[in-house]
């Protein structure tokens, strides 16, 4: 290379590596002026001149001119015969100020100044994605899906950085492919090595609050307050909700007319069931709140022990309970108790334990039942049996003859 021009050699290089041009301009002159240090012992003696407009980089020494023979540092000094030939009019003591050309630099040193040009770019680029998207956090970015991997998927985002969704923060269902749009919440930044790693996440409660910002405007400017969420991803959801103005039904807004608002957020979340309820302070109404749709008959609080002991119909447990228990356990986390459901004893105070059937029913049978809420004789057989073969997952033979079984007692 015959002139100083790194800046435009690395044009293209800037580009694609998100680093505006000033910043590249004062990275390639820090480059240079520890390269000169590193290579005469100082650098207080140089000016680095960096041409924006023209994309040119120039170094000019100064020296002090001294008396002929009395030369002691030539990269500090210049003797006055060699001063006048640049400039006449010189004189002993002045400053003479010449240019450093390229050619002064040997090919290993021009290597060498690219190599530390490019790693200073990177590091500071590295940063730069640190900060911004520490930021971020909390944030729902939109991203497209770059690759697919067993564990996790490589997102880039508008700018060509690299996010990454574990699976682990994936909703169950979701299901991507190259080129896919995907939206998440930015839910952690790390640095791994020296390189920034950030993470998203579609499973986080973060995630859904901040779609009911997007899809309900009350939300987003502070009138409904989400107090708290749960969930079990893909599955189902609780959100309690407040309004400090009475002429807003918080519950109301947020589902939208015929479900309007929150059908998008269902849609995004992969089908996953969503209950929006209203908030209070009274335990014993937003335990019931939390348990809905089942209707309660009665409740029994223990605040110091956050214990609730719950009583209802036998027809009203399985709705409590919920598929898989999500009901209640989401109901436990929201309300902070934790939550046993009991039958109305008027209604099974002759009931049977299903435990007492342990010698003519296999024991993983009775437990598929208690997992349903169903664990008395009476509360199975309060279902028709085409809902205890959907509830449970068992085979209908099998319900049936469980029910057989639990009929031959009371008759």
Not at 102 to 124: P, T, V, W
Not at 218 to 245: F, H, M, N
Request: include cysteine.
């Amino acid at each position: 290379m015959e002139h100083i021009n790194l800046v435009e050699t690395f044009s293209e290089f800037k580009e694609f590596k998100n680093i505006d041009r000033e910043t590249m301009m004062r990275i390639l002159e820090d480059v240079f002026r520890h390269m000169l240090a590193k290579k005469y012992g100082s650098a207080d003696n140089i000016d680095i001149i960096v041409n924006i407009d023209k994309g040119d980089l120039e170094i000019w020494r100064n020296r002090t001119i001294v008396e002929d023979g009395e030369v002691e540092d030539e990269y500090q000094e210049v003797a006055y015969s060699e001063a006048i030939k640049i400039e006449p009019d010189f004189e002993v003591g002045e400053e003479v100020t010449d240019e450093i050309k390229m050619e002064d630099f040997g090919r290993r040193e021009i290597l060498a100044i690219r190599q530390n040009l490019i790693s200073k770019i990177q590091e500071y680029e590295k940063d730069n994605i640190y900060r911004k998207y520490k930021e971020k956090i909390g944030e729902i970015i939109t991203g497209e899906v770059y690759q697919v991997w067993k564990k996790e998927i490589l997102v880039l985002d508008d700018e060509g950085i690299e996010l990454m969704l574990p699976k682990s923060e994936q909703i169950p269902m979701d299901f991507y492919r190259k080129g896919d749009s995907l939206r998440a919440v930015v839910s952690r930044v790390e640095m791994k090595n020296s390189t920034p790693a950030i993470i998203l996440s579609r499973t986080s409660p973060v995630f859904l609050e901040r779609l009911f910002e997007q899809e309900v405007p009350e939300v987003y400017d502070g009138l409904i307050t989400i107090k708290k969420i749960v969930r079990v991803p893909g599955e189902r959801a609780k959100v309690a909700v407040e309004s400090y103005d009475d002429r807003i039904d918080p519950v109301g807004a947020c589902v939208g007319m015929k479900g309007s608002r929150i059908h998008g957020i269902v849609r995004e979340l992969k089908n996953e069931n969503i209950d929006v309820i209203n908030f209070t302070t009274n335990p014993s109404l937003f335990i019931q709140r939390a348990l809905s749709p089942a209707k309660i008959s009665s409740i029994v609080i223990d605040e110091e022990g956050k214990r609730a002991e719950v009583y209802m119909k036998p027809d009203q447990v399985s709705l409590a309970i919920g598929k898989g228990g999500h009901n209640i356990k989401l109901g436990s986390k929201l309300t902070g108790y934790e939550i046993d459901v009991y039958r109305d004893t008027d209604i099974d105070n002759e009931d049977v334990d299903l435990m007492e059937f342990v010698d003519e029913i296999d024991e993983w049978i009775i437990q598929e039942f208690k997992k349903i809420g169903c664990d008395t004789a009476k509360s199975v057989l309060a279902f028709d049996v085409d809902i205890l073969v959907k509830q449970t997952d068992l085979e209908e033979e099998t319900v049936k003859e469980v029910i057989r079984i639990l009929r031959s007692e009371f008759e």
